[in-house]
């Protein structure tokens, strides 16, 4: 991979809902295999920021590219063509209670059901690269939240995605389980030779990125190394890192 390569690339991205301002002129580059983490205070637009890269948003104004593509200017096959390459974590994971876990994967990855040998032995693998043996075929209701994660990242991996989107993958978790999917997703940018934005709040693990953005008011406030945000000065970010750094509710059992 050419890390010079730029994989998204953001000029001047509005977006308002009910007249209100989310998103008011995002400019931002992130070059291939840097693994960024997005933050910010609730509402500041981290969310709707990650959801325009996949077009699940479209903006009101400005440019996204991915790869050099005008995402503004696809639709219909071209569209889904593109959103294959580019992996999507929900903070909810987003599976469907009534398929398996196997039939969520499948599904993801545009596969027909019943799904081919090779086709099991890719969700198989995916699933054991998680730490998830022999699971596919049970269903949701059956998983704690951490597993229910790591089943969506191992889904998003089957599409063999070159950009990985995560929003929120360690919410709900306690410290132990969060560290270990904030370790997981810098195994897989690292192996997989991936992009990754991850927008969170877990500030405890920031370190392991290359770098943070971080979100105020619709605009970017910070765009630096991990270092460099916790050594400002700056009052907003000084305050937001210190109620970061609070103890949230956990899921147990997670």
Not at 115 to 140: D, K
Not at 214 to 235: E, N, V
């Amino acid at each position: 991979m050419n890390r010079t390569e730029s994989v998204v690339s953001l000029v001047n991205l509005k977006k308002q809902f009910e007249g209100r301002s989310v998103l008011a002129g995002i400019n931002m580059e992130v070059h291939a295999g840097e693994l960024v983490a997005l933050i910010g205070e609730s509402g500041c637009g981290k969310s709707v920021l990650i959801k325009h890269i996949n077009a699940l948003l479209r903006p009101d104004s400005g440019k996204i590219h991915i790869q050099g593509t005008d995402l503004n200017t696809l639709h219909g096959e071209k569209l889904k063509m593109l959103r294959r390459r580019i992996g999507m974590v929900f903070q909810n994971a987003a599976l469907f209670d009534s398929m398996s876990i196997a039939e969520n994967m499948a599904l993801a990855a545009h596969w027909p059901q019943p799904v081919s040998a090779a086709q099991a032995q890719e969700i198989h693998f995916a699933l054991h690269r998680m730490g998830l043996e022999n699971i596919g075929h049970l269903y949701p209701s059956a998983l704690s939240g951490g597993m229910k994660k790591r089943v969506a990242i191992a889904r998003a991996l089957v599409m063999k995605p070159s950009l990985m989107l995560y929003d929120e993958p360690t919410t709900g978790l306690d410290p132990p389980r969060a560290a270990a999917i904030t370790e997981l997703i810098e195994m897989l940018n690292w192996e997989d030779d991936l992009t990754s934005i991850v927008v969170t709040h877990d500030l405890s693990r920031i370190a392991a990125y290359d770098r943070v953005v971080m979100l105020q008011q619709g605009r970017i406030h910070f765009d630096g190394p991990p270092a460099l945000l916790l050594s400002s000065q700056d009052k907003s970010i000084k305050r937001f890192v210190q109620t970061s750094s609070a103890p949230v509710p956990i899921e147990v059992n997670a």
